[in-house]
């Protein structure tokens, strides 16, 4: 089993700067392939960003590519997500997710361990 603590979450402007982190605890023998996912109401739970295990690979969605970066310190087993330029539209519960499997998968169902969630407000 693996267990993921968000934190970081917050309210900012426009414009303004986050950085997230997802900590990993329990299986850590290895480090596993780790993604970024939001919510917002009434909407699917979506991709944000993805590193490998190793952290030498990533992978963003298209509307936040540019401004969030996702970097990994197995050290210290967490991952992190730094959120520049922020925009209302990126207002959401951001969930990071762990998987077992090796490749960078964007999908939700891919992910076998996910954290409980931190909210990320956006004001205009």
């Known amino acids: 089993q693996v267990q993921l603590v968000e934190s970081g979450g917050g309210l900012v402007q426009a414009g303004g700067s986050l950085r997230l982190s997802c900590a990993a605890s329990g299986r850590t023998d290895r480090s596993y392939p780790t993604g970024w996912f939001r919510q917002s109401p009434a909407k699917e739970r979506e991709f944000v960003a993805v590193i490998s295990g190793s952290g030498g690979g990533t992978d963003y969605a298209a509307s936040v590519q540019g401004r969030f970066t996702i970097s990994r310190d197995n050290v210290m087993n967490t991952v992190y997500l730094q959120m520049n330029n922020l925009k209302p539209e990126d207002t959401a519960v951001y969930y990071c997710?762990?998987?077992?499997?090796?490749?960078?998968?964007?999908?939700?169902?891919?992910?076998?361990?996910w954290g409980q969630g931190t909210q990320v407000t956006v004001s205009s």
């Open positions: 997710a762990a998987r077992l499997g090796r490749f960078l998968l964007t999908s939700v169902k891919d992910y076998d361990y």
